[in-house]
C-alpha cells in the first residue's frame, strides 16, 4: 500500500507563495506520473499540475500556467508544487495523486490516479 501525504498549505495573502510537497511512503512509485488536483468548496475537484515519471513532461491548467510548478525528487519519492503569484481563486484543498504506468485517459483527469493523498487547505487572501 502507498500512502500519500500533503503539507505545506496554509495561509497566504495574494501575490505571495507557496510550497506544497507530496511525500509517498509505503514503496517506490517508478514509473508513476504524478498530479496535482484541487478542491474549492462547492466545487468539483479540478486538474491542477501533473509530471511524468522522469519529470521531462508537465501538463498545467491554463488557470495556473506561468505561475504554478510542479517538480519530483524520484530518491525521495516526493513531488512538489511551486506556487507563485497566487490568487484568491486559488483557494482550495488541494490534493496530489499517483497515476500508473498505461493508465488509461489523460493527465487531466482524476481517471487514471489511483493513489491519493489526504489533502492541505491553500487560502488565498486579498
Known amino acids: 500500500q502507498v500512502q500519500l501525504v500533503e503539507s505545506g498549505g496554509g495561509l497566504v495573502q495574494a501575490g505571495g507563495s507557496l510550497r506544497l510537497s507530496c511525500a509517498a511512503s509505503?514503496?517506490?512509485?517508478?514509473?508513476?506520473?504524478m498530479g496535482w488536483f484541487r478542491q474549492a468548496t462547492g466545487n468539483e475537484r479540478e486538474f491542477v499540475a501533473a509530471?511524468?515519471?522522469?519529470?521531462?513532461?508537465?501538463y498545467y491548467a491554463n488557470s495556473v500556467k506561468g505561475r504554478f510548478t510542479i517538480s519530483r525528487d524520484n530518491a525521495k519519492n516526493t513531488v512538489y508544487l511551486q506556487m507563485n503569484n497566487l490568487k484568491p481563486e486559488d483557494t482550495a484543498v488541494y490534493y496530489c495523486?499517483?497515476?500508473?504506468?498505461?493508465?488509461?485517459?489523460?493527465?487531466?483527469?482524476?481517471?487514471?490516479?489511483?493513489?491519493w493523498g489526504q489533502g492541505t487547505q491553500v487560502t488565498v487572501s486579498s
Open positions: 509530471l511524468s515519471w522522469s519529470g521531462g513532461n508537465t
Open positions: 495523486a499517483a497515476r500508473p504506468p498505461r493508465s488509461g485517459g489523460s493527465y487531466y483527469t482524476q481517471t487514471g490516479y489511483n493513489y
Open positions: 509505503g514503496r517506490t512509485l517508478s514509473g508513476y506520473a
